[in-house]
């Protein structure tokens, strides 16, 4: 799938092809030479691009055609104990798994375009001097000793090309890693593959000029989401074992929620962005943060516990809290506040459907949970409205100049959801005075939402969690995804969210009927449920294989709880690592 739109710049734009050209280049040639005729296979296997992107495959299909029975297993069985463990007692090796999930990685970029950058020297040379030191010393060099762990590409790596996706920036090398990928490359990680974003790294989706469209690792003919729509295919297509993301809007958790897989945003500065290539430094009303993508809740919290614990990231970054990653804490009946719209944009059937069987499943529980209808109590549609505006333009507060600035160099072709976002607030810089006029709204709400929601006193609801849609959609259509809201309310106000499968996926029959009166009149439900000329734009058969992700939110620095509480709810609902 392309989409044609000239380079602003035809001039700038044409310096710049040849670089684009040598990357992707490079990509392929680490493919072919790892494996020659392993390379082949996948060739004459795997559809088209043509047939991907207009046919609703599911691309996992494929890794049962093209691995080994031993490797199989390494991809789809072995959790990080596994891994871990099968080393201690010889059973495999760090170059195994290596190869494993190499092989597994090409399927994934073959399937879904999700690599950026493979980096299979890198892990190979690793893996074998990681045997060694397991051999001569008899115990892992750190908690991810041999463990494949995938980068979203703008995540700095020492001495290779980080771009970001920008065109402009396709000669730059960083010269040392990001801290994050420093900590769990000292703890024995193995980085394999960096993984696709969209231009700008401000889509709910991943396309960019340099590598094209990313697909859904559930149904290619749909969006993985984005921003780290490349590691939420990367992991969904079991190419890595854990993945490494950013999210200042949602581009986490739509990626994960895309693929049906688990994703964490976790309070702002517990994990370090430092030396993250970003686009514009100095964003301070709306901070990104960095958090992980993996296919279970277990896997989530081995992550962040080692990340934490052993790699003590306030030690080297002066922005980072000095807040250990400790035991969980959760109360006997833990009492969940449901949100089934956020009053603002109504979503898609599938999502309703998701969100009251999960509802139903939990109320089942009622030793252990107790499930509260947020309807009553929530933000009416004004109020929503007011932080909605207030929120997107935050994200826009230099007037877009820190990316434009960075498109306009090389002149690129600027995409659809790229211009969406470029409208923000309308494009305009504030002054200072109007920033923190913004700045206000966001922390009243902010403690208002303390106050009415999670505190624990008489006037409060006193919830211990709220459960509540990840996106509008189960899944978008590519280049489509134009509403923020379920996600970017959390980024704005800082509380943590873990996204998880509910078991539930679109299913064309259920799912097709769409009640009109019901739908409100805002701006932002038009754009989402209407075309241009006015018809319909939800058409449940572009759905297919379209998994529903739920969103779990917790108070600030309760990130721990709100984790465990993701255990226990995947429990309740049958639900294991996918």
């Known amino acids: 799938m392309t989409i044609e739109i000239a380079p602003t710049n035809e001039q700038a734009f044409q310096q710049f092809k040849p670089l684009i050209e040598k990357y992707n280049a490079e ?54 104990n596994d891994l871990l463990s099968k080393q201690l007692d010889g059973s495999l090796t760090a170059v195994e798994i290596a190869n494993a999930f190499i092989k597994s990685a090409i399927i994934a970029q073959l399937t879904t375009n999700c690599i950026m950058q493979f980096l299979i020297p890198n892990a190979l040379d690793k893996a074998a ?36 996706s920008y065109v402009s920036l396709l000669s730059s090398v960083t010269p040392k890693h990001a801290l994050t990928v420093d900590i769990f490359d000292k703890q024995g990680a193995l980085y394999h593959v960096r993984t696709a974003q969209p231009q700008t790294i401000m889509h709910l989706d991943t396309w960019n000029i340099i590598t094209g469209r990313t697909r859904n690792p559930r149904s290619t003919k749909l969006s993985p989401g984005g921003s780290s729509g490349g590691e939420s295919a990367a992991i969904g297509m079991h190419g890595s074992v854990i993945g490494i993301g950013t999210d200042i809007g949602g581009s986490i958790r739509c990626p994960a929620a895309f693929a049906g897989i688990c994703g964490m945003r976790p309070t702002v500065k517990r994990v370090s962005l430092l030396d993250v290539t970003p686009s514009s430094g100095g964003q301070e009303s709306i901070v990104p943060t960095i958090g992980p993508l993996a296919r279970s809740i277990e896997e989530l919290d081995y992550f962040m516990k080692h990340y934490i614990n052993d790699g003590k990231p306030w030690e080297s970054d002066t922005t980072s809290i000095p807040i250990p990653w400790r ?35 939990l109320a089942k529980h009622s030793d252990t949970f107790e499930i509260v209808d947020l309807a009553p109590y929530w933000f009416s549609e004004q109020e929503m409205l007011d932080i909605y505006t207030t929120n997107l333009v935050l994200y826009t507060i230099d007037g877009n100049k820190g990316q434009l600035s960075l498109t306009e160099k090389s002149g690129e072709p600027i995409l659809p959801l790229t211009e969406h976002y470029f409208k923000f607030g309308g494009g305009k810089p504030l002054s200072a005075f109007e920033n923190r006029q913004h700045n206000h709204v966001r922390d009243v709400n902010q ?13 409060s609801l006193g919830l211990d969690f709220i459960l509540s849609p990840t996106n509008v959609s189960p899944a978008e259509i590519p280049a489509e995804s134009f509403y923020w809201g379920y996600t970017s309310f959390w980024n704005l106000f800082d509380y943590p969210n873990v996204i998880f499968p509910s078991g539930v996926s679109h299913d064309v029959e259920l799912d097709s009927h769409v009640d009109e009166g019901s739908l409100l009149s805002n701006e932002y439900e ?33 990130d721990e709880n709100v984790v465990a509480a993701v255990k226990k709810i995947t429990k309740a609902l049958g639900v294991g690592r996918q």
């Open 129 to 164: 001097k990681l045997d060694v030191y397991l051999k001569e010393n008899g115990k892992l060099v750190g908690p991810m000793h041999g463990i494949p762990i995938s980068l979203k590409e703008h995540l700095s790596f020492k001495g290779e090309i980080t771009h970001a």
């Open 327 to 361: 035991e969980a804490e959760l109360p006997q009946k833990i009492k969940v506040g449901v949100l089934y719209t956020d009053n603002l944009v109504t979503p898609y059937p599938a999502i309703v459907r998701g969100m009251k069987t999960a509802a139903e499943q």
């Open 526 to 558: 038009k754009k989402v449920w209407y075309n241009t000329n006015g018809s319909l734009r939800y058409d449940a058969s572009q759905f297919i294989n379209a998994p529903v992700g739920l969103q779990l939110t917790g108070k600030r620095y309760d």
């Open 447 to 459: 403690q208002r939402i303390f106050e009415e929601f999670f505190k624990k006193t008489s006037s």
């Open 27 to 80: 990509k392929v040639e680490q493919m072919k030479s790892y494996d020659p005729e392993f390379y082949v296979k996948c060739i004459s296997t795997i559809p088209s691009d043509a047939e991907l992107d207009s046919q609703s495959i599911d691309p996992r299909q494929y890794l049962g055609q093209l691995l080994d029975a031993s490797e199989l297993k390494i991809v789809n069985d072995y959790t990080i």
